[in-house]
């Protein structure tokens, strides 16, 4: 039988060596609780949803040494086949969170890069799942990367570059909240 690597094998491979979770590195929200819900305020605002798309204020600490920079991700695993919301990276070092409405493109950090949602948007991409679903989980992922920038374009799919944060990550820290329409 012939030996073929798709590039769906490679991420998953990728996707499987996951960074340490830190016991100290802390993601969490101003705005949100931990298992609580986003508001009408960070749902999207198109494909029938009216909600205002803005990116939660975001904070972090507990980074583990050697941390180079940042990236965050979000990710809705209840949709299909799952969904990227938002994937940002190359976050500067120096940065302890990212402030609401961050998911703008015009709005991100100097020098972080925004990803293409699978809305196909740049930048933060809120939350839309079917009328009538049970609440979806939207994850945000931070990662402590160990690298100051990626050294890849924003444009690329934000399932790859999800996989390239992961390749590069010291640690990571989660955020779960829900959404229901």
């Known amino acids: 039988m012939p030996r073929r690597t798709s590039l769906s094998c490679v991420l998953s491979l990728l996707l499987l060596a996951a960074p340490a979770l830190a016991e100290d590195f802390v993601l969490a929200s101003p705005e949100l609780q931990a298992g609580g819900r986003l508001t009408l305020r960070h749902a999207y605002d198109s494909y029938g949803c ?3 798309n803005v990116s939660p204020a975001l904070t972090w ?3 583990p040494a050697g941390t180079r ?3 965050l991700t979000l990710f809705d695993p209840d949709a299909p086949h799952g969904f990227w919301h938002w994937v940002i990276f190359d976050v500067p070092a ?3 969170g990212l402030p609401a409405g961050a998911g703008e493109p015009k709005q991100a950090p100097k020098g972080a890069l925004q990803g293409t949602s699978d809305f196909g948007d740049k ?3 809120g939350p839309c799942p079917p009328n009538g679903d049970r609440p979806h ?5 931070l990662y402590a990367l160990k690298v100051e920038r990626l050294g890849t374009d924003a444009s690329a799919q934000p399932a790859w570059l999800a996989a390239r944060i992961r390749a590069n990550a010291l640690a990571e820290a989660t955020l779960t909240v829900y959404y229901a329409r």
Not at 137 to 141: I, K, P
């Open 61 to 63: 600490s507990g980074a």
């Open 137 to 141: 989980r939207y994850v945000f992922t």
């Open 50 to 52: 009216n909600g205002g």
């Open 123 to 125: 930048g933060y991409g």
């Open 94 to 96: 120096t940065l302890a």
């Open 69 to 71: 920079s940042y990236a």
